[in-house]
């Protein structure tokens, strides 16, 4: 396929404007294809920047720009040496982010860092000797610092900051200017971050500080993100959202005083970089200069000539981006989605079909007619998501057309869990507004059948149905005012649903039998306190729930009435006999049937005969439930299958964190007994024949833990015989041949207008917080048309969704070329050069009774200690010049001989060792420990110390293990810094409320209370500004119930709330925060502006660097003065009674 070259120009007019001239809107300019340049940076010759995700240098003046980097995976956020001569970047050339340097007139890229942590180039030292970047990668929870490593590599010493995300050298070196916290937007490769007008505690500040005094001032900052500081003229310029769009404001430090440097109505400025007198920055794709003394603004004119492979169409392998899959109604095939194509695979033999074929179309959700004849799916071929119908051939077949088109709605909407009527004439679904449907495929007629939900949550059960097989019944269940679910009967006939099942227990999943006799589903009688998941308060009970049967028919006997036994007579005898040996037949006839379907792979359509009329008696149709003999359990969904049997799945292991996938298992009336067919069950669908099933097999961790890890190995598919329990590899489906051709130009628009229709679906406000969502989709398109990378496209997404200005509002993933990632490996240490060598300055555990936690250096036998030096590692020697991370590359998880010598150099010998992949768990869990023994100092022993770090499964486990082991204390800090939220923590705030109610003397041992376990002095809160969502909610209801103090800075403010949303095509993700908080008062609260702490307290540089933890001290302090002012009473035991005085 020959090269596709793109000559891109952008020839606009320059402005030269004064002080406070607007930059021209966009849109006002001449008709372009406009493009997205990105993060430039400034030499006194050449501006370099990023753009299809390569680096390109151009001159000042403009013109046709040089290619600097190419390979797989994006270079990024260049960065000239202070001669001009070297770039340093952020790259990923080896499957990892790190530092670069290139020289700027182009060479062989040299890889300046090795740690397994992302590293992102930030600036030069002024001698340009050395390079600051941040990472996380010493951090104990999510936030960055600065370091700085020599530009020919080395060991990386961080710089004296707690927190850092951007900063800058004075020209002569003696401070920095820098951000702690990251902008509201911005992105680290695969996460776009948008928020635009961000008022909440995460609003990024600068702060100057003095090398090596560590005094600091703040740059005089309102509510609003300032970032991205640059020296220049004795003055520091950054970019601040001050007055809504992101422009460039100058800092005078003699005068303590802040100006507007430049107006800015349209689109946010994104960075700013610059050399002498002269600043760089980019705005919507375009490259700007800035001349301080002037106060003049120009466009940079580029012009680019250049391969660009992202956007040449391809044939592709797209069988590992499976959506979707269902089975056919023999089993011989499986049809599935995939890249936003429909797809049909056989179970074993036959080709491999494209049955849609539609680049630059999404088709979603497809199921195959049980006849065999036709796949239903949803399409946006229209714009709008319709319902099409194809024959299973992907062509025209007879007495069909070749596709039928229905359209569904006039707004956006999503639907869901398409499923064939048994007569392959009607589909049913449900869309994203609680509706049910049901659309007849001979008249084109849509029904409502449901649209009476109280209560959708986020859970798909809540909308499972079920056709009758008669076709002229579907039961479904509706949520109700009580958060609980009822199931209903639909009649065809009437139009009428009427409810079958009390509201009295949770019931859901409903399933006829195949003779129409029986409809089971499943009822929970405990759910009631778990309803609402988004509650903390939910995680503390096990949910179980029962199998029921109901009787369609008043004269239908159960499905398990007594059996009654007497001596048969012979005849009798006789008759069973035939029943088995037909039985056999009829099992034998299956199978050899089944075969016979799939020798050439293909789905037979079929007739079959007209099913008997499913009979239903309404009257006291609630009253004949019974229970199916079967114990309580964490049951998950129930099929009818043949003969009257009962397939249903049930959680190895529950929880509301995970499990362990399902158990399969069937019950059949004959023996009344339960056989196992499957574990570690994803999904599972049986054929519309009841002969074949579809199953998706996950694989749980070696070590047991819950779920594979990210990037882990996918589910295995596989069709196995319904009858049997499925073997070992046996029935597994092949998706090599899941090919397909991709336009990605045509895609990516695809997916530009899918992004608009998910924020118009799912957004909690239909009014999209004041955005004109016509307007901006018309004002971004035509960046989309000319896009020379997937990381464009999330680009974009990120502009346009910042309107909104909401959290939680972000895209990641897609398509984006990157190399294969070569694992790092990580030792577990801190290290100190001493005499040449790296020596270890501290070694982390992992702490107490933390299984999962391996702590390379501290196992037991290896006898290292602080000291101690690295001569080599794998043989080779090992010396300061060389990054400690570089011999280690590749071998986390793997045994390696390290050579010890103490740190008197003597006694030198080889140990074996097992190197990490991250550190992270180690040094958070040694940074709460640390601070539980701070506490306990501080205190005297008075004091918990108890962290959480979010409101999900990691602050649960920690909450429960760290307050209850220490109910002796008198009070407690809660220190909910860097809370990465998750749910509601009502749980938290009432373990945290309780009082004594009452006491408990024994003859032995010491009195007892009620509640027992509690802390019931006083309480005392930190948080941060990453303490967000669910760690917003945290503080505020911390406060709201008056339980004490809060201590630290405003929280990030984002409260609201995100479900499930559909794929993009490629497998990209884009969220829509689907609920948001207000307060008992009626207000919008917390959102967008963070929860308030009672005392402020800064982590200040200086403070910090002598080992003090202001925050956490201030907590101690405040703690302790309560305490003082209102001790906890201590009740004596009374005298005991003497009733016969």
């Given at each position: 396929m020959?090269t596709?070259?793109?000559?891109?120009?952008?020839?606009?007019?320059?402005?030269?404007?004064?002080?406070?001239?607007?930059?021209e809107?966009?849109?006002?300019?001449?008709a372009?294809?406009?493009?997205?340049?990105?993060?430039?940076?400034?030499s006194k010759?050449?501006?370099?920047?990023?753009?299809?995700?390569d680096?390109w240098?151009?001159?000042?003046?403009?013109g046709?720009?040089t290619?600097?980097?190419t390979?797989?995976?994006?270079?990024?956020?260049p960065?000239?040496?202070p001669?001009?001569?070297?770039?340093?970047?952020?790259?990923s050339?080896?499957g990892?982010?790190?530092?670069?340097?290139?020289p700027?007139t182009?060479g062989?890229p040299?890889?300046?860092?090795?740690?397994?942590?992302?590293?992102f180039?930030?600036?030069?030292?002024?001698?340009?000797?050395?390079?600051?970047?941040?990472?996380?990668?010493?951090?104990?929870?999510?936030?960055?610092?600065?370091?700085?490593?020599?530009?020919?590599?080395?060991?990386?010493k961080?710089l004296p900051?707690?927190?850092?995300?951007?900063?800058?050298f004075?020209?002569?070196?003696k401070?920095?200017?820098?951000?702690?916290?990251?902008?509201?937007y911005?992105f680290?490769?695969?996460?776009?971050?948008?928020?635009?007008n961000?008022?909440?505690?995460?609003?990024?500040?600068?702060?100057?500080?003095t090398?090596?005094?560590?005094?600091?001032?703040?740059?005089?900052?309102?509510?609003?993100?300032?970032?991205s500081?640059v020296?220049?003229?004795?003055?520091?310029?950054?970019?601040?959202?001050?007055?809504?769009?992101?422009?460039?404001y100058?800092?005078?430090?003699?005068?303590?005083?802040v100006?507007?440097?430049?107006e800015n109505?349209?689109?946010?400025?994104?960075?700013?970089?610059?050399?002498?007198?002269?600043?760089?920055?980019?705005r919507?794709?375009?490259?700007?200069?800035?001349d301080t003394?002037s106060?003049?603004?120009?466009?940079?004119?580029?012009?680019?000539?250049?391969?660009?492979p992202?956007?040449?169409?391809?044939?592709d392998?797209?069988?590992d981006e499976?959506e979707?899959?269902?089975?056919?109604?023999?089993?011989?095939?499986?049809?599935?989605?995939?890249h936003?194509d429909?797809?049909?695979v056989?179970?074993?033999?036959?080709p491999?079909r494209?049955?849609?074929?539609?680049p630059?179309?999404?088709e979603?959700?497809?199921?195959?007619?049980?006849?065999?004849?036709?796949?239903?799916?949803?399409?946006?071929?229209?714009g709008?998501?319709?319902?099409?119908?194809?024959?299973?051939?992907?062509g025209?077949?007879?007495?069909?057309?070749?596709?039928?088109?229905f359209?569904?709605?006039?707004?956006?909407?999503?639907y869901f869990?398409?499923?064939w009527?048994p007569?392959?004439?009607?589909?049913?679904?449900?869309d994203?507004?609680?509706?049910?449907?049901?659309l007849?495929?001979?008249?084109?007629?849509?029904?409502?059948?449901n649209d009476?939900?109280?209560?959708?949550?986020?859970?798909?059960?809540?909308f499972?149905?079920a056709?009758?097989?008669?076709?002229?019944?579907?039961?479904?269940?509706?949520?109700?005012?009580?958060?609980?679910?009822?199931?209903?009967?639909y009649?065809?006939?009437?139009?009428?649903?009427?409810?079958?099942?009390?509201?009295?227990?949770?019931?859901?999943?409903?399933?006829?039998?195949?003779e129409?006799?029986?409809?089971?589903?499943?009822?929970?009688?405990?759910?009631g306190?778990?309803?609402?998941?988004?509650?903390?308060?939910?995680?503390l009970?096990?949910?179980t729930?029962?199998i029921?049967?109901?009787?369609?028919?008043?004269d239908t006997?159960?499905?398990v009435?007594?059996?009654l036994?007497?001596?048969k007579?012979?005849?009798?005898?006789?008759?069973d006999?035939?029943k088995?040996?037909?039985?056999?037949?009829?099992?034998?006839?299956?199978?050899?049937?089944?075969?016979a379907?799939?020798?050439n792979?293909e789905e037979?359509?079929h007739?079959k005969?007209?099913?008997?009329?499913?009979?239903?008696?309404?009257d006291g149709?609630?009253?004949r439930?019974?229970?199916?003999?079967?114990?309580a359990?964490?049951?998950?969904?129930?099929?009818?299958?043949?003969?009257?049997s009962?397939?249903?799945?049930?959680?190895?292991e529950?929880?509301?964190?995970?499990d362990?996938g399902?158990t399969l298992?069937r019950?059949?009336?004959?023996?009344?007994?339960t056989?196992?067919?499957?574990e570690?069950v994803?999904?599972?669908?049986?054929?519309?024949?009841g002969?074949?099933?579809?199953?998706?097999?996950?694989?749980?961790?070696?070590?047991?833990?819950?779920?594979?890890?990210?990037?882990?190995?996918k589910?295995?598919?596989?069709?196995?015989?319904?009858?049997a329990?499925a073997?070992?590899g046996?029935?597994?489906?092949?998706?090599g041949?899941?090919?397909?051709?991709?336009?990605?130009?045509?895609?990516w628009?695809?997916?530009?207008?899918?992004?608009?229709?998910?924020?118009?679906?799912?957004?909690?406000?239909?009014?999209?917080?004041?955005?004109?969502?016509?307007?901006?989709?018309k004002?971004y398109?035509p960046?989309?048309?000319?896009?020379?990378?997937?990381?464009?496209?999330?680009?974009?997404?990120?502009?346009?969704?910042?309107?909104?200005s909401?959290?939680?509002?972000?895209?990641?993933?897609?398509?984006?070329?990157?190399?294969?990632?070569v694992?790092?490996?990580?030792?577990?240490?801190?290290?100190?050069?001493?005499?040449?060598?790296?020596?270890?300055?501290?070694?982390?555990?992992?702490?107490?009774?933390n299984?999962?936690?391996?702590?390379?250096?501290?196992?037991p036998?290896?006898?290292?200690?602080?000291g101690d030096c690295i001569?080599?590692i794998n043989?080779?020697d090992?010396?300061?010049?060389?990054d400690?991370?570089?011999?280690l590359?590749?071998?986390?998880?793997?045994?390696?001989?390290?050579?010890?010598?103490?740190e008197?150099?003597?006694?030198?010998?080889?140990?074996s060792?097992?190197?990490?992949?991250?550190?992270?768990?180690?040094?958070?869990?040694?940074?709460?420990?640390?601070?539980?023994?701070?506490?306990?100092q501080?205190?005297?022993g008075k004091?918990?110390?108890?962290?959480?770090?979010?409101?999900?499964?990691?602050?649960?486990?920690?909450?429960?293990?760290y307050?209850?082991?220490?109910?002796?204390?008198?009070?407690?800090?809660?220190?909910?810094?860097f809370?990465g939220?998750g749910?509601?923590a009502?749980?938290?705030?009432?373990?945290?409320?309780?009082?004594?109610?009452s006491?408990?003397?024994?003859?032995?041992?010491?009195?007892?209370h009620?509640p027992?376990?509690?802390?019931y002095?006083?309480k005392?809160?930190?948080?941060?500004?990453?303490?967000?969502?669910?760690g917003?909610?945290l503080p505020?209801?911390?406060?709201?119930?008056?339980?004490?103090?809060?201590v630290?800075k405003?929280?990030?403010?984002?409260l609201?709330g995100i479900?499930?949303i559909?794929?993009?095509?490629?497998?990209?993700?884009?969220?829509?925060?689907?609920?948001?908080?207000?307060?008992p008062?009626?207000?919008?609260d917390?959102?967008?502006?963070?929860?308030?702490?009672?005392?402020?307290?800064?982590?200040?540089?200086?403070?910090?660097?002598?080992?003090?933890?202001?925050?956490?001290e201030?907590?101690v302090?405040?703690?302790?003065?309560?305490?003082?002012?209102s001790?906890q009473?201590?009740?004596?035991k009374?005298?005991?009674?003497?009733?016969?005085?």
């Amino acid at each position: 396929m020959r090269t596709m070259r793109l000559r891109l120009l952008v020839c606009l007019a320059v402005f030269l404007i004064a002080i406070g001239v607007m930059i021209e809107p966009v849109g006002a300019r001449a008709a372009t294809k406009p493009h997205i340049y990105q993060h430039p940076a400034l030499s006194k010759d050449l501006i370099a920047f990023g753009y299809a995700g390569d680096l390109w240098t151009v001159p000042r003046a403009g013109g046709v720009a040089t290619r600097l980097t190419t390979g797989i995976g994006i270079e990024t956020e260049p960065i000239f040496s202070p001669d001009g001569s070297t770039i340093a970047f952020t790259g990923s050339y080896d499957g990892n982010t790190d530092v670069f340097i290139v020289p700027a007139t182009g060479g062989v890229p040299f890889r300046v860092t090795y740690h397994p942590a992302a590293d992102f180039a930030v600036a030069w030292t002024p001698d340009g000797k050395s390079i600051v970047f941040r990472s996380t990668r010493i951090s104990q929870s999510r936030y960055t610092q600065l370091y700085q490593v020599p530009s020919k590599g080395g060991i990386a010493k961080p710089l004296p900051l707690p927190m850092a995300y951007q900063g800058q050298f004075s020209p002569d070196g003696k401070e920095i200017a820098y951000s702690p916290l990251p902008p509201a937007y911005g992105f680290d490769y695969m996460t776009y971050v948008s928020w635009g007008n961000y008022h909440g505690g995460r609003a990024s500040t600068i702060w100057i500080t003095t090398l090596p005094g560590l005094e600091s001032v703040e740059i005089p900052h309102e509510v609003a993100s300032d970032f991205s500081p640059v020296y220049a003229g004795g003055k520091i310029y950054f970019l601040s959202s001050r007055k809504g769009r992101a422009t460039i404001y100058k800092y005078d430090p003699g005068a303590n005083t802040v100006a507007q440097a430049l107006e800015n109505d349209g689109p946010d400025i994104r960075s700013l970089h610059g050399e002498g007198d002269t600043l760089v920055y980019d705005r919507l794709g375009e490259i700007y200069l800035f001349d301080t003394k002037s106060g003049t603004t120009k466009l940079v004119p580029i012009e680019i000539d250049a391969d660009l492979p992202e956007v040449r169409p391809r044939i592709d392998s797209v069988g590992d981006e499976l959506e979707n899959v269902a089975i056919s109604p023999t089993g011989v095939r499986a049809v599935v989605e995939a890249h936003g194509d429909i797809f049909t695979v056989a179970a074993k033999h036959g080709p491999t079909r494209d049955i849609t074929n539609t680049p630059g179309v999404m088709e979603r959700e497809p199921a195959w007619s049980p006849d065999g004849q036709l796949i239903a799916y949803f399409s946006d071929e229209s714009g709008m998501y319709a319902l099409h119908v194809a024959p299973q051939t992907g062509g025209a077949v007879a007495g069909a057309a070749v596709v039928k088109k229905f359209a569904l709605a006039q707004e956006p909407a999503y639907y869901f869990s398409p499923k064939w009527s048994p007569d392959s004439k009607k589909v049913a679904f449900y869309d994203n507004r609680m509706k049910t449907y049901v659309l007849d495929t001979t008249t084109g007629k849509l029904t409502v059948i449901n649209d009476k939900n109280v209560y959708g949550g986020f859970s798909s059960s809540s909308f499972d149905f079920a056709w009758s097989p008669d076709s002229k019944w579907i039961a479904y269940p509706r949520s109700m005012a009580n958060h609980l679910h009822a199931i209903f009967l639909y009649s065809q006939d009437s139009g009428q649903s009427t409810q079958v099942t009390s509201e009295m227990g949770d019931s859901r999943y409903p399933a006829f039998d195949r003779e129409g006799k029986y409809l089971f589903f499943l009822t929970s009688t405990n759910e009631g306190a778990t309803s609402d998941g988004l509650d903390m308060t939910s995680d503390l009970y096990q949910v179980t729930s029962n199998i029921y049967a109901l009787t369609l028919a008043a004269d239908t006997a159960s499905p398990v009435a007594p059996e009654l036994e007497d001596e048969k007579t012979a005849a009798e005898e006789k008759a069973d006999t035939k029943k088995g040996d037909d039985k056999k037949s009829d099992d034998k006839a299956g199978d050899k049937s089944g075969e016979a379907k799939e020798g050439n792979g293909e789905e037979k359509t079929h007739a079959k005969p007209a099913p008997k009329p499913v009979k239903v008696d309404l009257d006291g149709i609630e009253k004949r439930v019974v229970a199916m003999p079967l114990p309580a359990s964490v049951y998950t969904g129930v099929t009818g299958g043949l003969k009257g049997s009962l397939y249903f799945t049930e959680l190895q292991e529950s929880g509301r964190f995970g499990d362990r996938g399902a158990t399969l298992s069937r019950w059949t009336p004959e023996e009344r007994k339960t056989e196992k067919l499957a574990e570690h069950v994803e999904s599972f669908e049986l054929s519309a024949n009841g002969e074949k099933m579809l199953l998706s097999l996950g694989h749980p961790r070696p070590d047991g833990s819950p779920a594979p890890p990210a990037g882990g190995p996918k589910p295995t598919w596989v069709i196995v015989p319904a009858n049997a329990a499925a073997k070992a590899g046996e029935g597994v489906l092949s998706f090599g041949d899941v090919k397909m051709r991709i336009d990605p130009h045509a895609e990516w628009a695809q997916m530009y207008h899918e992004v608009w229709r998910i924020e118009r679906a799912f957004f909690y406000d239909s009014n999209f917080h004041g955005t004109n969502t016509v307007a901006d989709e018309k004002k971004y398109e035509p960046y989309v048309e000319s896009i020379a990378s997937r990381a464009d496209l999330n680009y974009i997404f990120q502009e346009m969704l910042s309107a909104f200005s909401v959290g939680h509002l972000r895209g990641n993933g897609g398509q984006i070329p990157d190399a294969k990632k070569v694992p790092g490996g990580l030792l577990g240490a801190d290290y100190e050069i001493k005499g040449n060598r790296y020596c270890l300055a501290k070694i982390y555990s992992g702490g107490e009774f933390n299984p999962r936690e391996k702590a390379p250096l501290a196992q037991p036998g290896l006898n290292v200690k602080v000291g101690d030096c690295i001569l080599d590692i794998n043989g080779q020697d090992l010396t300061a010049d060389i990054d400690i991370q570089q011999p280690l590359e590749g071998t986390a998880g793997k045994v390696i001989s390290l050579r010890i010598t103490g740190e008197d150099g003597k006694n030198p010998h080889d140990i074996s060792v097992v190197p990490i992949a991250s550190e992270a768990a180690l040094r958070n869990v040694d940074w709460i420990e640390g601070n539980q023994k701070k506490v306990d100092q501080l205190s005297g022993g008075k004091l918990a110390y108890v962290y959480l770090p979010d409101t999900g499964e990691g602050g649960f486990t920690n909450f429960n293990r760290y307050y209850f082991a220490q109910t002796d204390k008198k009070g407690a800090v809660i220190d909910e810094r860097f809370n990465g939220g998750g749910q509601v923590a009502d749980y938290f705030i009432e373990v945290l409320g309780r009082h004594i109610e009452s006491y408990w003397a024994p003859r032995y041992g010491t009195v007892e209370h009620t509640p027992n376990a509690g802390i019931y002095g006083p309480k005392v809160m930190i948080a941060n500004e990453f303490s967000g969502s669910g760690g917003d909610a945290l503080p505020w209801l911390f406060k709201q119930a008056k339980l004490g103090p809060l201590v630290g800075k405003r929280t990030w403010g984002g409260l609201v709330g995100i479900g499930p949303i559909p794929v993009l095509m490629d497998g990209g993700h884009v969220t829509s925060p689907s609920v948001a908080f207000f307060s008992p008062k009626g207000e919008w609260d917390v959102e967008n502006h963070g929860v308030e702490p009672d005392y402020a307290v800064e982590q200040d540089p200086k403070s910090v660097s002598e080992g003090h933890d202001p925050q956490l001290e201030k907590a101690v302090s405040l703690a302790l003065e309560d305490l003082g002012k209102s001790p906890q009473p201590e009740v004596k035991k009374p005298a005991y009674p003497n009733y016969h005085k």
